[in-house]
Structures are given as structure tokens and as C-alpha cells.
């Protein structure tokens, strides 16, 4: 089995930082393409940004203030959020594409709340 862990949620301030880590354990071959999802309340789960190797890609809303990275020799992504909103609270989920022993399957984390107030 594989297990996705988030941590990093809490409370900040607007215009304040936060940094999301997700680590990847169990039964691991590879791990493909890694991402992190949003969703906020009373709306669906969204992606924030993905990467895949080295080439990342990220939703409109969150160009310029967040940069997602990868760590593979510890199975890990990171999400580095700057300049926050109000706008960006929500559960954050992890997600990742991994190779094990069966085959390829996706895999998300339980989630970590971000919250974003005075």
C-alpha cells in the first residue's frame, strides 16, 4: 500500500506564507507526476499545480505567488505559498500517480486546512 501524509495547514495572516509538504510512503516502484488539489467550502476540488520531473504547471489564480517542487529521493512535494488571499482557504490535497508492485494508481493524501484571515 502507499500512503500520502500532508502537513504544513494552518493560519495565516493575508499576505503572509505557508509551506505544504506531502510525503510519499509504502510499497513505492516510481512515483510519476505529483500535484497538489484545493477545496474550498462549497465548491469542487481543483488543482493548484502539478510536476511532472521538472515542468510544472499551475492554475491561473495562483501563478506568481505559489511554486510546487519535489524532492525524489524523499518522495516528497512541497507547495511554497506567498502573498495569500483570503481567496486561498481551503482543504489543500495531495495527489500523486505511483508504480507499485500492481501496477500504476493514484493516490491522495486526507488533506490539510489552509485558512487565510485577520
Known amino acids: 500500500q502507499v500512503q500520502l501524509v500532508e502537513s504544513g495547514g494552518g493560519l495565516v495572516q493575508p499576505g503572509g506564507s505557508l509551506r505544504l509538504a506531502c510525503a510519499a510512503s509504502g510499497s513505492i516502484d516510481r512515483i510519476g507526476s505529483m500535484s497538489w488539489y484545493r477545496q474550498a467550502p462549497g465548491k469542487e476540488r481543483a488543482l493548484v499545480a502539478s510536476?511532472?520531473?521538472?515542468?510544472?504547471t499551475y492554475a491561473d489564480s495562483v501563478k506568481g505567488r505559489f511554486t510546487i517542487s519535489r524532492d525524489n529521493a524523499k518522495n516528497t512535494v512541497y507547495l511554497q505559498m506567498n502573498s495569500l488571499k483570503p481567496e486561498d482557504t481551503a482543504v489543500y490535497y495531495c495527489?500523486?500517480?505511483?508504480?507499485?508492485?500492481?501496477?500504476?494508481?493514484?493516490?491522495w493524501g486526507q488533506g490539510t486546512l489552509v485558512t487565510v484571515s485577520e
Open positions: 495527489y500523486a500517480d505511483v508504480w507499485t508492485s500492481t501496477g500504476l494508481g493514484p493516490y
Open positions: 510536476i511532472v520531473r521538472s515542468s510544472t
